[in-house]
């Protein structure tokens, strides 16, 4: 049997999964459900716990009754004995990060295994990273068998990922450092691997000869109600386009990998970063569209939204969408755009990467129009290639795009694990080809932050557009002064 890199370990390792910031919003909607799912799925060794840290002073008892209480629906639990035995798993210790009480650290180092792997998932806000990792080395759990899980965002800038890095970097070794995205967890983005690589058709037409441009959109109908105090200091680029989007366009844009190795596939990702042309100066109001929602059909807008802080003068620069025309400077993609488009407050959910080819040379046919190859990530994953075909029927040729459609619900009955399931196991089983290493963050973010000088230093605010529709015009002139337009999900 093949195992590649992208496959989990064959065997589930026994270890001990700390979790910082475990019971808070993170750990019960995505870590636990994940972990249990993978526990009914039997890619939990027998021996592995999950050991919660907070601040909560909660017994083993306590915190058990809160996943009950909250997690049981999410699952759902059709197997009582199944959901008791996953409950067993859970411990809970009371920390005091940065403190003077070392009590729950003392605690920790007694209740670890010494003959078992240590995962320290990390559940908690950037700025814990580092002092976590200085915490966890004080109180002596730091062994050769032990990894760190960091969520994004990594920083909010270069010089803030650097600082992070620096600091976790020096309680951890770079292989022992695992920072989770959890869009490389979807079967979508991993066939997306396998499509390329595994055939042979696609290889030879995968460059500028053939491909006119590349989309890749991530597009929300929710807003920010509750959670404007973050977005704030985040906005669009910095929440999805540093990581979800650029991850989704490295493993697009890379080239085949010289092994079936776990770093071989990192390192072709990062030379994709290095190769994007720098958008700086003037060029970023005309490569770049920034927008920001408006009150629209019943909809609050960004600065109306309830359960939010008061907006501030900073509130009215926050960008919720934004729109990227990006160039890759190699032999494989020189000339061809890849549009970046995320947004909130809009009319359709859905994250898709669609490759438009070029027309055929000289066509005999009229009406004809290109192939497209769309890979859909949410909220159904699937892949479609569109190609031209002749409506039945006598009299002219008339020809319809029509699609070839691969959806992994019905080609593949049983249930697709969630991306978090995917990259739990990896973490477990050490391996770390769906995760980032250090020169892939810096290079993202070495990208982003000339676009976020200029927006910061530019008198105008972002485009408004009404919740509810496609996002500012700006985004559609973006592609309109090439001719080109966004693909749109059919009705």
Known sequence: MFVSPLSPSPAAHTADLVVFGGTGDLSMRKLLPALYHSDRDGRLSPETRVIALS????????????VDAQVRDQVPVDDHAMWQRFLGRLH?????????DRTGWDALRATLAEDRDRVFYLASPPRTFGPFCREVDRAGLVTPRSRVVLEKPLGHDLPSAQRINDEVGAIFDEHQIFRIDHYLGKETVQN???LRFANAFLEPIWNSLWIDHVQITAAETVGTPGRRGYYDHAGALRDMVQNHLLQLLTLTAME?????????????????????????????????????????????GYLEEPGSTPPTESSERVETFTAIRAEIRNWRWAGVPFYLRTGKRLPNRRSEIVVQFKDVPHSIFPGGSPNRLVLRLQPEEGIELHIMAKEPGAGEVSLK??????????????????AYERLLSDVLAGNPTLFMRRDEVEAAWRWIDPILDAWRSSPELPEPYPAGT??????????????????????
């Open 55 to 66: 601040r909560g002073g909660l017994t083993d008892a306590d915190f058990r009754g809160k």
């Open 92 to 100: 809970h210790l009371t920390v005091d990060v940065g403190g003077q």
């Open 192 to 194: 997306l691997l396998v």
């Open 256 to 300: 085949p990998p010289a092994r079936n190795d776990r770093e071989a596939i990192r390192d072709e990702k990062v030379k994709v970063l290095q190769a994007l042309r720098p958008i700086t100066g003037g060029e970023v109001g005309r490569f770049t569209v920034r927008g920001q929602y408006t009150a629209a059909d019943g909809m609050a």
């Open 401 to 418: 795009p029509v699609p070839l459609s691969l959806n992994f619900g019905e080609t593949f009955p049983a249930r697709v694990p969630e």
């Open 470 to 491: 496609t996002g500012p015009a700006g985004a559609h002139e973006l592609l309109g002064r090439s001719g080109r337009a966004w693909h749109e999900e059919e009705a």
